[in-house]
């Protein structure tokens, strides 16, 4: 069964740099049949995608947080990252890493589609 | 930008009740749409894709509908256990809807 743990500090500093790491387990992140990606969810509020990344490294970004976030993959240790930077307040969330299918759009082009399973979260508060 | 929004916000209903919750896109997505079910305190869970395709050991009571524009979850018959914040998300560059959060009465 297919397992993704997300590790990293608890506690940034105002304009540092968030760094997660989501480690896959039960499966090889170097499937071709998914995507990976990064979700964060503010304390009682709804979800927003942060970005997702494929195996080979090819990367989409939310254009709201794309100047500040970095995802990237490691299939040696069937992990993949996310760095935030310059974080503030705001970006106090718990953070999930999922697995995300994809479909075929018309023309053959292959697009992202939905997270499964998700990791257990992380709660990340930005304070000095 | 595609947005994505949903209602009621919240709702309460009897256990046994019949439960709809809508979700717009501000554009078509076809059928290019996902439900996710969260407990309190809980990670989300994909209960819906492809608009109305169940995902795997989610019980037969939830169902969805639509294309489009516009998207049903349906709760035929509400269960203690269904008590959640209800999310739709498009595909590609996912985007959610703000939420739906059933309680029972």
């Known amino acids: 069964q297919l397992q993704l743990q997300e590790s990293g500090p608890g506690l940034v500093k105002p304009s540092e740099t968030l760094s997660l790491t989501c480690t896959v387990s039960g499966g090889s992140i170097s499937n071709s049949h998914y995507y990976w990606g990064w979700i964060r969810q503010p304390p009682g509020t709804g979800l927003e995608w942060i970005g997702t990344?494929?195996?080979?490294?090819?990367?989409s970004y939310n254009p709201s947080l794309k100047s500040r976030v970095t995802i990237s993959v490691d299939t040696s240790k069937n992990q993949f990252s996310l760095k935030l930077s310059s974080v503030t307040a705001a970006d106090t969330a718990v953070y999930y890493c999922?697995?995300?299918?994809?479909?075929?759009?018309?023309?053959?082009?292959?697009?992202?589609?939905?997270?499964?399973?998700w990791g257990q979260g992380t709660l990340v508060t930005v304070s000095s | 930008d595609i947005q994505m929004t949903q209602s009621p916000s919240s709702l309460s209903a009897s256990v046994g009740d019949r439960v709809t919750i809508t979700c717009r896109a501000s554009?078509?997505?076809?059928?290019?749409l996902a439900w996710y079910q969260q407990k309190p305190g809980k990670v989300p869970e994909l209960l819906i894709y492809a608009a109305s395709t169940l995902q795997s050991g989610v019980p037969s009571r939830f169902s969805g509908s639509g294309s489009g524009t516009d998207f049903t979850l349906t709760i035929s018959s509400l269960q203690p256990e269904d008590v959640a914040t209800y999310y739709c998300q498009k595909y590609n560059s996912a985007t959610f809807g703000p939420g739906t959060k059933v309680d029972i009465k």
């Open positions: 554009q078509g997505i076809s059928n290019y």
């Open positions: 999922a697995r995300q299918g994809y479909y075929y759009e018309s023309g053959g082009y292959k697009r992202t589609a939905w997270f499964d399973p």
């Open positions: 990344i494929y195996y080979s490294g090819s990367t």
